[in-house]
């Protein structure tokens, strides 16, 4: 792996700090999304898991935040707990007094109000409501609960006896689900209240006075950006300050834990990327292979290339080096087939040129009157073995002489030879300009690039793409390893030879 690039000791632990900071912030941000939807746990410290209830200590929160959300106690099921409250204190005080029938008598009424209007609706938790009736009804062992609740809150239940029972049940399995019910005010917006920008206010001032110093330094060290690129270069802290989907911070803390170092997610990336690669890099090679063959395939056939091509020596050409090279290309071309390919193909020239002519010596009629004398059927074949041995001799010598003097600096040779090209180009190009001649090349360029689509294209998606990234990956290693051990006099000095390298013609 790359070594890290240092950092001075102060900005490290500044960043560290600034991500304490953000951290916060983001945990704040969760709490508030969390908040409504687990104001029960908040409010009583109940955690369900697997069937079993566990009691956490908790400190009080809810009467806290509630206002941040705009909630506040729903009067109906606020004044149900009131009159139990009512009814515990006069029932402490005279089991049998006339306070106490009151007492029952208005729970009575109240629970019908509660059946009947449902107050728990407002806050989205008539599911509770029902858990109230199901235990209820469980309790007395009716199946009405309406009927349940009034012979729950009558004098018959309520005995000096059992008054007590009665009410541990209630402030056990009744009490916490109508507690748990809450009335959220409304805005003018139509949306329920939420006064978390209060909280959220300190932390936008503080992340916005952070994000300028950041901005004004990096148009300091790049002053070709404008301020407009510059605010872009730290994107990723923009999303501090979107007012929805708060949930986004978690991207800013990420890349500022990497920029603190105190998480590394280079491995991660990268392996992610080496994933995401291997999944794609066979189908879009061969995608962009066949899209750029398939559009040299229509140049070809609607004439574009052919006809740009003939017509380049009509149009101004662009040198970008001075020199000719296909003048060059001619040249070492010519070096390569008169003293290399000639000498090597001069026997089976001799032979072939030495089986043309015998051929053409049979088939004169003088001949086959002249096999008939002695002696004379073995002069043919002395003949034209001397002579095929002779003509490839002086064809090979000539070629090389002819070569070797165009070698030399000779100026009129240059321009006979030049000349020779713009004639030979000419040529060419009036002949390759006939329509039959055109279509054919054509129709065989095509059909050479349809076999190279179906031969080698399209088997890019059976390549082991996950070997090559393999590859690729060990060889970034040994390359950073060998940067790192590299001396800077080295560094200095292989610079200089490769300025030097590229300076040379």
């Known amino acids: 792996m790359a070594p890290r690039k240092a950092i001075n000791p102060i900005t490290l632990w500044t960043e560290r700090l600034l991500v304490v900071v953000v951290a916060l912030n983001l945990a704040l ?25 566990f009691q956490i200590p908790l400190p009080q929160v809810t009467w806290r935040y509630d206002p941040i959300k705009g909630i506040e106690p729903h009067r109906d099921t606020e004044e149900y707990i009131r009159n139990v409250d009512l009814l515990d204190q006069a029932l402490k005080t005279d089991p049998k007094s006339e306070a106490v029938k009151q007492q ?49 809150w009558s004098p018959e239940t309520f005995t000096p006896d059992q008054w007590p029972e009665q009410l541990a049940f209630f402030n056990r399995d009744i009490r916490p689900l109508i507690e748990t019910n809450y009335y959220r005010s409304i805005g003018e917006n139509g949306e329920p209240i ?32 404008s301020w407009r690129d510059a605010l872009l270069w730290r994107w990723y802290d ?43 890099a066979g189908e879009l090679t061969e995608v962009i292979a066949l899209q750029t063959i398939s559009q040299l395939q229509q140049g070809i056939r609607q004439g574009r ?65 002249l096999q008939n004398l002695p002696g004379f059927n073995l002069v043919p074949n002395r003949l034209t073995q001397q002579l095929a041995s002779g003509v490839s001799q002086a064809i090979t010598t000539v070629s090389q002489g002819t070569y070797s003097s165009l070698s030399i600096n000779d100026p009129q040779a240059s321009e006979l030879l030049e000349a020779l090209v713009e004639q030979f180009t000419s040529a060419l190009v009036t002949a390759l300009q006939d329509k039959d001649t055109l279509g054919e090349i054509q129709t065989l360029l095509c059909d050479f690039l349809e076999e190279f689509k179906i031969n080698y294209i399209q088997r890019l998606s059976e390549f082991d793409f996950d070997a090559l990234l393999e590859e690729a990956e060990q060889i970034g290693y040994a390359g950073a390893a060998q940067a790192a051990t590299t001396p800077a006099s080295a560094k200095s000095s292989t610079k200089s030879s490769t300025k030097s390298f590229l300076a040379k013609p």
């Open 194 to 225: 939420d006064r978390f920008w209060r909280l959220d206010l300190p932390f936008q001032l503080f992340f916005a006075a952070e994000l300028l110093i950041h901005v004004y330094f990096i148009k300091l060290r790049h002053r070709s950006l």
């Open 104 to 152: 029952l008598t208005q729970l009575r009424s109240l629970s019908e109000n509660l059946i009947d209007e449902n107050p728990f609706a407002t806050a989205g938790k008539s599911g509770t409501l029902e858990r109230i009736k199901n235990r209820i009804r469980d309790r007395q062992g009716v199946e009405s609960a309406r009927v349940a609740f009034n012979q729950f």
């Open 305 to 369: 290339w052919l006809q740009s091509a003939l017509s380049a020596s009509r149009d101004p050409y662009v040198d970008l080096n001075n020199v000719n090279e296909i003048e060059a290309i001619a040249r070492r071309l010519a070096h390569i087939i008169v003293y290399q390919v000639l000498p090597q193909i001069q026997p089976n020239f001799e032979a072939l040129l030495n089986h043309s002519l015998q051929g053409s010596l049979h088939r004169l009629p003088a001949y086959q009157l």
């Open 238 to 280: 923009l999303l501090l300050f979107v007012p929805f989907w708060r949930w986004l911070r978690l991207l800013p803390l990420v890349v500022r834990l990497q920029t603190a170092r105190l998480i590394d997610f280079d491995p991660l990336r990268k392996q992610f990327g080496r994933g995401f690669v291997a999944l794609f």
């Open 29 to 53: 941000v969760l709490f508030d999304l969390s908040y409504v939807p687990w104001r029960n746990f908040w409010l009583q410290g109940n955690l369900q898991v697997a069937g079993l209830r």
